[in-house]
């Protein structure tokens, strides 16, 4: 064959290549793009809110002591709940605009506040009574489970939310994961109503979180198993090389790289991007001081250090990174790593100008906690740290929605802001005071006075003690 049959031939078979892998690459680009699409522009809400406030009716609450939840106080105020909302706050001598057909309360004696939110339970996870068939909370097959969400879980019946709504006050919480892993999943935060789904009590427009957890859980329970981590650097290590793959995660999102979903990914991608709020059990003022340098690394903020027995010892780091401290009254002593907690932690927290937030752990706390954040405060008064009343309810109400990333909607006494409100018969952090009347939504959930006015969820009637409040 002479040469310019050659090149006949070779330019034949190259328009023939040419030709079948232009249309398969063409072909693939169609398929990488609707595969990208999905990766990348997946809905990031599934599960959304259905919560649909109860009915109310407008409410002038007159003569009483308001603790408006920024640290201001009212003598002898008034407060207007309309159309669902805070309409009002103000002196006794105010002039309000009352809409027709308004209930008039007398509050002589008595005490208002913005809904207490409890930043850290378990109710539904851990739902009453605590049976293993109802242990739903720790997902202990792996130690980074950012994949696992806690509404998942939720059991709407739970009696414990009803007994906070009327023993404690709790018009809203976020539910957690266990701390049994180092990324124990997405937390979730509720409106404490009475519902048949969980999507019927999420909080509108409330961020996700990630619950995170340091320090001996972590290491005690995969270290029980033979496997990584079993110590504390080991924690670091799983943390770190987690946030590497997350990393990567997120540039191939950007770049149009990515073919496929990962769940537990696309929420530490959230995390960076900064949608996805994290709330780290920690105990150890080193630990946190470590996780605080951690979140540098690799660009995410810590929302909260919960349980945080040993944060008096750098409140200064926790005001400079405006990282705030879940902490209880008193707890200690029951585990090494709270061995070093001290009753004045959240006054001292409180004197360093830090961000302190009162929270339970558990089903019964959630019920009291106006007075551990009573308890606080008295320790904190008998190390010489003056905390007024009007910020101790501070520590219940807006810092705990500031955490939640709710504190646009709800958490003070603030006109137009949600009707989330407490009607208390005395002052709240007297240990002889309790809810009389709840609004959520401007809606009456619980009275004190009305046996009818109590929430009882389907799985208690029948039951002993249905509907039972102390």
């Known amino acids: 064959m002479n040469p310019r049959s050659l090149l006949a031939a070779g330019a034949a078979l190259a328009f023939a290549f040419g030709t079948t892998g232009g249309a398969t690459a063409k072909d693939k680009k169609k398929d990488e793009s609707a595969a990208v699409k999905a990766a990348r522009d997946f809905d990031k809400n599934p599960y959304p ?14 003569g009483a002591t308001v603790f408006d939840g920024k640290g201001g106080q009212v003598d002898g105020g008034a407060v207007l709940l309309k159309d669902g909302r805070i309409a009002a706050v103000a002196g006794a001598m105010a002039d309000l605009d009352l809409p027709a057909g308004t209930l008039r309360i007398d509050g002589t004696g008595k005490f208002v ?24 909370g720790n997902e202990m097959t792996d130690p980074t489970t950012p994949n696992v969400w806690a509404e ?36 979730v935060t509720l409106k404490n109503v009475a519902s048949r789904t969980v999507q019927g009590m ?62 537990a990914l696309e929420t530490l991608a959230g995390v960076l991007d900064g949608d996805i709020k994290v709330h780290n059990h920690c105990y150890r003022a080193d630990e946190m001081a470590l996780v605080l340098d951690m979140a540098k690394e ?17 409140g200064d780091l926790l005001k400079a990174a405006d990282v705030c401290s879940a902490v209880w009254a008193d707890w200690w002593g029951f585990k090494m790593e ?21 929270h339970s752990d558990d089903e019964n706390g959630i019920q009291r906690l106006n007075q551990e954040a009573a308890k606080a405060q008295g320790d904190a008064r008998r190390a010489g740290i003056v905390v007024p009343d009007a910020e101790v309810i501070r520590w219940l109400t807006l810092n705990a929605a500031k955490a939640l990333g709710i504190d646009k909607d709800t958490g003070s006494l603030e006109a137009g802001k949600m009707g989330d409100v407490v009607l208390w018969n005395g002052n709240p952090l007297s240990t002889y005071s309790r809810p009389e009347k709840v609004w959520v939504d401007g809606a009456l959930l619980f009275d004190s006075a009305d ?7 389907d799985f208690e009637l029948g039951q002993p003690g249905e509907g039972d409040v102390k």
């Open 202 to 263: 999420k909080f509108p427009g409330a961020p996700y979180s990630l619950k995170m957890a340091c320090g001996e859980n972590p290491k005690r329970v995969y270290g029980g198993k033979g496997q990584m981590p079993s110590t504390r650097m080991g924690n670091f290590a799983v943390n770190r090389k987690t946030w590497i793959e997350a990393q990567a995660y997120r540039r191939k999102r950007d770049e149009g790289k990515l073919e496929d979903r990962d769940l």
């Open 338 to 358: 709270a061995y070093d907690a001290i009753p004045e932690n959240a006054g001292l927290l409180y004197k360093a100008g830090a961000c302190v937030v009162i």
């Open 49 to 62: 809110s259905t919560y649909k406030p109860y009915p109310g009716q407008p409410v002038l609450i007159t």
């Open 451 to 457: 046996p009818k006015r109590r929430p009882v969820s």
């Open 152 to 187: 998942h879980s939720v059991w709407p019946q739970d009696p414990g939310f009803s007994r906070a709504l009327a023993n404690g006050g709790i018009t809203a919480l976020q539910v957690l994961p266990g701390s049994g892993n180092l990324m124990g999943g997405r937390g």
């Open 298 to 314: 690799f660009g995410y903020k810590v929302t909260a250090f919960h349980h945080a027995v040993e944060s008096y010892k750098i």
């Open 113 to 136: 506040t913005p809904g207490i939110i409890d930043v850290h339970s378990h109710l539904g996870d851990y739902p009453s009574p605590s049976v293993d068939a109802h242990e739903d």
